[in-house]
């Protein structure tokens, strides 16, 4: 007798079975069906095994038998053997939770696959448990958090990201035929050249057709692997990289995956959407995750490493003038850090660049009615430096191998507990005698010569690297519950679930140019939240080829809101533009960090870009356009469609200069024309319920 599992979202149902062998078949995932039919398609020959086990849609694979392909799971036992049998033993069912337990009977051991669903969103969380109830050690190979089966036999279109320092999150889109498609990252860290989530559609657009979507709650390595097999049917499997992964789970113990998120959709615009409002209630550090992001100032661009009391008191005047609410310290601020040769591990101030110390310029920042952070990046140490001089054995290292450099740093070795002691004190020190309520909390290399001789298994640091970094992560912020956390890696290099489930935000890229960034930050608006989208109003580029101040404030209010230029070089005509924009935003901020978000056009199909935000409640929107830098295509009128309104309601909207009343249903059917007043030209329209 068949033992039929339905869960049930929002919107979707999805459905495997334990058939008669105790193999777990994967049977649905999809808009809603009749749950009783699924009980008939599963005795039913649908899905079963003819050739083998590598004919049928599995729930979780695990390596062995006649699986000619990929697995979820491969593991090694304490006798050497390599082939898994995993079979349905057990379910226990609460109300948003389904716990199935798989055993291997030879060796007591269980796979415990968990799922978590709730009415509310259509995405389902899952992760997998193994359980080591034998007495000899077991040696994962390989544990992914999940394996999806998509439905049909045509090919799909699968999306990813690609980029790199400075052009993080560009979409890409391939259609996927034959063979397997890998995104990973084997860097230590998720990094610029993929993203740990994928999209796998077919004739979808923004508004209309079937994505499957799945993204990682994790930032080391990861391998998402989409392959589709002779009889055209599409598997994948997602979770921590199996490269130079080993990971001895011994007797008694256990090990969990990181959780996977993910989601069957009507169009990508539902998926962002549910994504994000998903991610807010349920990813994101609860301190922070319903409340407003402030606007804040950076002072990297202007200063770059010349940080002083005198310098930042002056940019922090102004900052606050213009409406600014938090002021953050970038790097330089500690050690002998006058560039990136030196300084890094030794977190104390810097006694000649602000020799009263730092509370000085805290104290003036709190006065101008500001919050204050600070720039770290703890999981790393220069050679020149006090730390490295005092404790060179506190590095990923190999005593035959010359460590290679990059940024001139050297990555800490964090899976020991004295190195992960000291992180954790060097920020808590600051946090404990000042009064900083904000780490930018910075990663700028890959790991290489990965040696951690102090592990018995060495190939567990990448997976211990990554947890002891949330582990202090989350002591900072259990500590400091004001403390907010914006995650960076030379730039977007932590952009990810994993990071998003224990920092607050996001810096997205180094590359601060507005027309690069509209794309970048389309990228970042597929899968992840638009308030942890920090966007920086920046001088990048103000000679080499100059973008309006209009245009740069309309990106960058797109997202969480900052500011980074030198404010020491702005006209007072430029500060009371500053001033108007930082208002604006926070006129609209809630239904920008909060409300569903519709990307309506972009400059590479378009000629132009558009897109619009809408509150919960549909009582207020915000639309965005943005001409492009070619003038040729912005002579002539385009029409903007607004999405996501309520069509009963009447809406005014605020052209900038001039208000006018149209329907929800006009706005969103008939759309309104908008002219661009050649290269470069900018518009936001405020939209109000009257
Ligand atoms: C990295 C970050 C930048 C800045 C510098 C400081 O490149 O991405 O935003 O903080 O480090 O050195």
């Not at 002219?675 to 109000?688: E, F, P, R």
Request: charged fraction near 25%.
């Amino acid at each position: 007798m068949n033992r039929t599992f339905i869960i049930e979202t929002k919107n979707t149902l999805y459905c495997f079975d334990a058939d008669g062998n105790g193999v777990l078949r994967h049977l649905y995932h999809g808009k809603k069906a009749k749950k009783e039919d699924f009980e008939v398609i599963g005795e039913r020959d649908y899905n079963s095994p003819s050739g083998g086990l590598d004919d049928i849609f599995e729930e979780y694979s695990v390596f062995g038998s006649t699986r000619y392909r990929n697995t979820a799971f491969k593991c090694e036992y304490a006798d050497k053997c390599r082939d898994s049998v995993f079979k349905f033993k057990s379910s226990e069912q609460t109300e948003n939770r389904l716990d199935v337990t798989l055993l291997d009977e030879a060796y007591n051991i269980e796979l415990v696959l968990t799922y978590e669903y709730s009415l509310e969103s259509d995405i389902i969380t899952r992760y997998v448990t193994v359980k080591n109830k034998s007495d000899g050690d077991l040696i994962l190979d390989k544990i992914a958090s999940a394996e999806i089966s998509l439905p049909g036999e045509n090919a799909y279109d699968i999306t990813n990201t690609i980029g790199s320092w400075g052009s993080e999150f560009q979409l890409t889109k391939e259609k996927l035929k034959n063979g397997t498609l890998t995104f990973q990252s084997v860097k230590g860290i998720t990094g610029h050249t993929n993203s740990p989530f994928v999209a796998m559609s077919q004739n979808a657009t923004e508004d209309f057709g079937d994505v499957y979507f799945a993204s990682l709650g994790y930032g080391g390595n990861f391998k998402i692997e989409v392959q589709r097999d002779f009889r055209g049917r599409t598997r994948c499997i997602a979770g921590i990289s199996d490269f130079d992964f080993r990971y001895v789970v011994k007797a008694g113990e256990e090990f969990t995956t990181p959780k996977i998120y993910f989601g069957y959709y009507n169009g990508f615009g539902a998926m962002s959407n549910d994504m994000s409002r998903f991610a807010v209630k349920n990813i994101l550090p609860k301190s922070f995750a319903e409340k407003e992001l402030p606007v804040l100032y950076n002072s990297w661009e202007a200063t770059t490493f010349k940080v002083s009391t005198e310098g930042q008191k002056t940019l922090a005047k102004t900052a606050a003038e213009l409406g600014c609410e938090l002021f953050v310290m970038d790097d330089g601020w500690f050690g002998a850090r006058n560039d990136d040769n030196a300084g890094l591990g030794d977190w104390q101030v810097n006694p000649e660049k602000f020799p009263n110390g730092i509370d000085e310029l805290i104290g003036y920042v709190n006065e101008l009615g500001m919050d204050f952070g600070l720039w770290f990046e703890p999981e790393m140490v220069n050679p020149d430096s006090d730390l490295f001089r005092a404790h060179p054995d506190w590095t990923y290292h190999y005593d035959t191998r010359v460590p290679c450099l990059s940024r001139n740093q050297l990555v800490l070795n964090l899976t020991r507990d004295d190195v992960k002691e000291f992180v954790f004190s060097s920020m808590d020190e600051m946090l404990k005698n000042h009064n900083i309520r904000y780490i930018k909390w910075d990663m700028n290399r890959p790991f290489s010569e990965i040696g951690a001789s102090n592990l018995e298994n060495q190939r567990e640091l990448w997976v211990r690297h990554t947890m002891a970094v949330y582990e202090v992560a989350d002591r900072l912020k259990a500590k400091y519950p004001y403390l907010q956390l914006e995650a960076c890696a030379s730039g977007g290099g932590r952009g990810d679930f994993g990071a998003l489930n224990h920092f607050d935000m996001v810096w997205t890229s180094d590359n601060t140019d507005p027309l690069d960034r509209l794309d970048i930050q389309r990228g970042y608006s597929f899968a992840y939240p638009i308030k942890t989208m920090r966007a920086w109003v920046t001088d990048w580029n103000r000679d080499s080829r100059p973008v309006p101040l209009a245009f740069r404030f309309n990106v960058s209010m797109q997202g969480s809101l900052s500011i980074g230029s030198d404010l020491t070089k702005l006209t007072e005509e430029e500060k009371n533009e500053y001033k108007k924009y930082i208002a604006l935003y926070k006129e609209i901020r809630h239904t920008v960090q909060f409300g569903d978000m519709y990307r309506l056009k972009n400059i590479a199909n378009d000629d132009f870009y558009a897109a619009n935000y809408v509150n919960e409640n549909k009582t207020e929107a915000v639309v965005f356009i943005c001409a492009s830098a070619n003038s040729l295509h912005n002579k002539l009128s385009k029409s903007v469609k607004v999405k996501g309104l309520d069509e009963n309601y009447n809406y005014e909207i605020d052209f900038g200069k001039e208000k006018s009343v149209f329907s929800g249903s006009f706005l969103m059917n008939r759309g309104l024309d908008v002219n661009l007043n050649g290269a470069l030209d900018s518009k936001i329209w405020k939209i109000k319920k009257v």
